[in-house]
């Protein structure tokens, strides 16, 4: 079973957060090792590099940009903006085309069909593929359809307008090769640029 963290900031509790979700704000560099957290069910915070369960997050070859995964929605969590990515929630201001790609073996597809809807118009192109125009950024999509997720669910969200990516729940390995490779489309271009 996974453990169940709370993140202080500021004197302000956040959370509660999954390791998976720890593992991406660590890995986005939005939880250092300074970072003061407590398991849910304990009241004294103290430094994430000291908690073991933690400590693997902030070795070299865990560390560099990654989209993280939103928390989920409890009554518990106090408003504020730890775990969020600056532009979550927040619309481009102009319409994006966005390809949503869902593996799921945990839960119905419906509950993330409907939300795609909700998010703008949208079509199916193949079973569990669909194509979405909104103005919201990748990275709120994305957490807005994470929401419908279970553990053994994937996604990938891609906005082609944009040339952006987010995904959730493919494990480091993956999670690293995709950062490689979309890193590199955009070196590229720095290149042919300059």
């Not at 998976?20 to 004294?44: C, D, K, N, V």
């Not at 073991?52 to 989920?72: D, K, M, R, S, Y």
């Not at 949503?100 to 509950?111: E, L």
């Not at 193949?126 to 103005?135: A, D, G, S, V, Y």
């Amino acid at each position: 079973m996974s453990a169940s963290w709370m993140v202080s900031v500021g004197g302000r509790a956040y959370g509660p957060y999954t390791d998976a979700q720890m593992a991406a704000f660590a890995a986005e560099g939005r939880l250092a090792p300074q970072s003061q957290i407590a398991r849910s069910h304990e009241a004294t915070f103290r430094p994430a590099g000291e908690e073991p369960a933690l400590a693997a997050f902030f070795t070299p070859a865990a560390a560099g940009p990654v989209v993280a995964e939103p928390a989920p929605r409890t009554e518990a969590k106090p408003a504020g903006t730890f775990g969020r990515s600056k532009d979550e929630g927040q619309k481009t201001g102009e319409p994006a085309h966005i390809v949503v790609i869902a593996d799921m073996k945990s839960r119905s597809i419906v509950g993330l069909e409907e939300e795609i809807y909700r998010l703008g118009q949208a079509c199916p192109l193949l079973p569990q593929i669909w194509l979405l125009r909104t103005e919201q950024s990748v990275n709120a999509v994305r957490n807005h359809l994470v929401q419908q997720l279970g553990k053994l669910d994937v996604l990938f969200v891609v906005d082609a307008t944009n040339n952006k990516a987010a995904w959730f729940n493919f494990g480091p390995e993956a999670e690293a090769r995709i950062r490689r490779i979309w890193s590199k489309d955009e070196n590229a271009k720095l290149r042919a640029a300059g």
